[in-house]
């Protein structure tokens, strides 16, 4: 029995092949040469990936697994669960980035060879990656000490590694203690033989002899820099510590992932490392979709657009990595991250490193109890953080210097990190957080809102639409603070508020139109220090105005009111364009509907017209080079224009062609969209899947029209706790001549136009309805 290979349930055995669960429960039964299970239970097995891999291709059912495919199900079936796998692999990834010739000399021959090198080169690729060569402060973009280096035989390493190297006395240059959580001594700042760092990770940093690449700052130590500097002095067991974001995989748990590895390395020469690591990462994302809270790449580059230009940017709470990323890229530039999450902060560690050439310090740990940047003065901080959290340290922190502004209630953990952000940053820098709306007016965090807004440290408030950003069922603010270096004489603070560019349904905002609104408010305000009114949309409010009882930050409730855009006038144009498109939609309304008896045709995959050249699947990608509109699983779903951005990368983007078919893979609807002139030459995003028939074999609309079948879509969907996956492949269509399939098509075309003409027209009547109500309440229109 196989412990250690890579293992693969029925249903990934069905995604390999394009078939349903049903087709691989009868092949159990009647091959006796079926592969024997491996793992799992009675009930759901799992079995050896490489021996399904053999008995399909030798039964004729896959000619070969997509790479893409087998590497993905090589990351799921881990023995030590796909976290693990996606570190070793983003590590081989990176080493195959940074010295490509050196992971071609490491693979060569046996996976005993390549474990036992594989160490030592991830070592020597990842710790300049990681900030492991020099042990110097970083204040504001300057060098503002140094720190002693400790055992000088392979760059900056700590003491006290877990017994494996002697005490040694720090220079008095290097203050701080607490060099991990088990690991008492002196911390020498950089890449230090510490406590696990993904300790809830099986399978990662449990070696004893793999060095850390990633001490997670240039700083001394974790303590608070009001720690008297010592040597040798263990923490307090009960004092959280942060840890390295990531160590040097051991041999033993690389030899585990060596058929991943040389995977991966495959899946790097057809995408490049970069784009390679963000499928497996997206991939793995997208099939967790409640385990993370994700922030949008349109809201991170806002974000960090609001921040402005910046050498030393720090995230706290930085998650999947999405808003570091969006960091404009500088010389010598150094990005800071933290999570509490240890899977969290390696993979963000791994994601940075290969996005960019900056330093990347990483670490793993509660940021608001175990700060691992004490000391850091960063030009710029940008933060998701947490929201509602009680238990963020309210009894443990009552004396915590970083509350300059007044010491937060136990139900205000975002002025926590708020205050926490401030702390870490250079005199003139700012920072940008994704808050909460109550954050803005709750009553319990008045006094600190009040001396941010006195001491000039809050500077800007804006008001995001709904669905900018989970929960997408409120609008978020996003604050915009600056650390003061003097009090302005009389401050003002600006509110924006973009909420009028919300989208349809799920098609989130107008972010085009919101990042026009709020930067251009922003950097008005910033060369002049006051805005003019932009009513229902910006204004600048003196702080004296706002220190009231409430001091309430809301910008709805400070913005004059907008001009009246749906005057008698303009209702009068939406009536009749409204009618008009009745009119249309009438028309269209098809015919009663004929009987018929049951129709029993043969039936095909999709799986099995890709495999037979009557179709071609492409998946939608992470970025590309060209800056062209993108096609969303939402713009697909409502029926609207493409809508999203992707980021810029080397990898190459899927761009549709009239005639392809469209279908968004998860959320579980049965929706099919056929590409016409219009949205020709977009790209392709993420959670769709393109087919390209072959025109003189497949109808286009014949095949959107019965990929939209409910029954269909129900046979080839897969059901999470919380979510729904269509697998295309497994997708029904019947054996019909093209002629009779053109038939088809001409009706499922004339039903998509009745659908598209029923939309616009709720989307009139919806307007017509909000502008006749805000007329009639705002006196702009008469009753009669």
């Given at each position: ?468 950003a989970p929960p997408y069922n409120i609008p978020l603010h996003v604050w915009v603070l600056r650390r003061p270096d003097r009090t302005p ?141 993108v096609l969303t699983d939402h713009d697909v779903l409502a029926g609207s224009a493409p809508s999203g951005t992707l980021p810029e990368s ?135």
């Amino acid at each position: 029995m196989q412990h250690s290979a890579t293992e693969v349930t029925a249903a990934g055995i069905a995604r390999l092949a394009g078939v349903g669960r049903a087709a691989v429960s009868n092949w159990r039964r009647r091959h006796a040469d079926f592969p024997k299970p491996v793992g799992g239970t009675e009930t759901s097995p799992s079995f050896a990936l490489a021996e399904v891999e053999a008995w399909l291709r030798k039964q004729g059912k896959i000619a070969e697994v997509p790479l893409r495919e087998r590497v993905w199900q090589q990351l799921v079936g881990h023995p030590e669960g796909p976290l693990a796998a996606l570190v070793h692999a983003g590590c081989v990834l990176l080493l195959i980035h940074e010295r490509p010739t050196v992971w071609l000399d490491v693979s060569a021959g046996s996976d005993a060879r390549l474990a036992a090198m594989l160490p030592g080169a991830l070592e020597q690729a990842l710790t300049p990656r990681f900030g492991g060569a020099a042990g110097q402060v970083v204040r504001g973009g300057r060098t503002a000490g140094h720190v002693a280096a400790v055992n000088t035989s392979g760059g900056a390493q700590g003491v006290n590694g877990r017994g494996e190297a002697d005490a040694v006395n720090a220079a008095p240059a290097a203050p701080g203690v607490n060099g991990g959580a088990t690991a008492p001594g002196v911390n020498s700042g950089h890449a230090a033989l510490a406590a696990d760092a993904l300790r809830s990770t099986p399978g990662v940093n449990s070696g004893h002899a793999a060095p850390a690449v990633n001490a997670g700052s240039s700083t001394p130590g974790v303590n608070p820099p009001s720690a008297a500097p010592a040597a040798n002095t263990s923490p307090t067991p009960a004092t959280p510590t942060a840890t390295p974001a990531l160590r040097t995989p051991s041999g033993p748990q690389l030899l585990l992932s060596a058929p991943l590895l040389r995977g991966a390395a495959e899946l790097a020469a057809e995408l490049g490392a970069r784009q390679a690591f963000e499928f497996l990462l997206g991939r793995h994302l997208d099939a967790n979709p409640r385990q993370y809270t994700l922030t949008p790449a349109e809201l991170a580059g806002l974000m960090a657009d609001l921040a402005g230009p910046a050498r030393t940017v720090l995230d706290p709470a930085c998650g999947t990595g999405a808003l570091l990323r969006a960091v404009g890229t500088r010389p010598d530039q150094e990005l800071y991250a933290q999570d509490s999450a240890p899977d969290l902060a390696a993979l963000t560690a791994l994601r940075l490193a290969l996005h960019s050439r900056a330093t990347v310090r990483g670490a793993a740990g509660d940021t608001l109890r175990a700060d691992a940047h004490p000391v850091l003065r960063a030009d710029a901080v940008l933060c998701h953080p947490p929201f509602n959290e009680r238990n963020w340290g309210h009894d443990e922190l009552a004396y915590d210097p970083r509350w300059e502004y007044g010491f937060p209630a136990r139900t205000e953990s975002e002025l926590a990190w708020v205050q926490h952000a401030l702390a870490r940053l250079a005199d003139g820098g700012f920072a940008v957080l994704l808050m909460p709306p109550a954050a803005a007016s709750r009553r319990s965090g008045r006094r600190i809102r009040a001396d941010l807004l006195r001491r000039g440290a809050l500077r800007a408030v804006i008001a995001l639409p709904v669905g900018a950003a989970p929960p997408y069922n409120i609008p978020l603010h996003v604050w915009v603070l600056r650390r003061p270096d003097r009090t302005p004489a009389a401050p003002e603070v600006l509110l924006v508020d973009t909420g009028r560019f919300a989208g349809e349904g799920r098609g989130g905002p107008d972010w085009a139109a919101v990042r026009e609104a709020a930067l251009d408010a922003w950097r008005a305000f910033e060369r002049a220090g006051r805005l003019e009114d932009r009513p229902g949309l910006a204004r600048s409010v003196p702080v004296i105005e706002l220190l009231d009882d409430d001091v309430d930050l809301a910008p709805a409730r400070h913005l004059p009111p907008a001009a009246v855009a749906d005057g008698a006038e303009q209702l009068t144009a939406v009536r009749e364009r409204l009618g008009a498109t009745l009119r249309l939609t009438a028309e269209l309304t098809p015919p009663p509907a004929a009987p018929a008896p049951g129709a029993r045709w043969p039936l095909t995959t999709v799986g099995e017209l890709a495999r037979g050249g009557a179709l071609m699947m492409r998946t939608g990608g992470n970025g590309g080079h060209a800056r062209v509109p993108v096609l969303t699983d939402h713009d697909v779903l409502a029926g609207s224009a493409p809508s999203g951005t992707l980021p810029e990368s080397e990898e190459e983007a899927v761009l549709t062609e009239p005639g392809d078919v469209v279908v968004p893979v998860l959320g579980g609807g049965s929706v099919a969209r056929v590409i016409d002139e219009a949205t020709g030459g977009a790209a392709l995003g993420r959670n769709l899947v393109l087919l390209r028939p072959d025109r003189t074999a497949l109808d286009p609309w014949f095949l959107a029209g019965f990929l939209r079948g409910t029954a269909n879509n129900r046979q080839a969907s897969s059901y999470a706790s919380t979510a729904t996956r269509l697998d295309v492949r497994r997708l029904q269509l019947p054996r019909l001549p093209l002629d009779e399939q053109r038939r088809y098509g001409a009706r499922f075309r004339a039903l998509d136009e009745f659908e598209r003409s029923l939309r616009h027209a709720s989307r009139l009547g919806d307007q017509l309805v909000r502008g006749m109500y805000d007329g009639l309440t705002d006196g702009t229109v008469a009753p009669d």
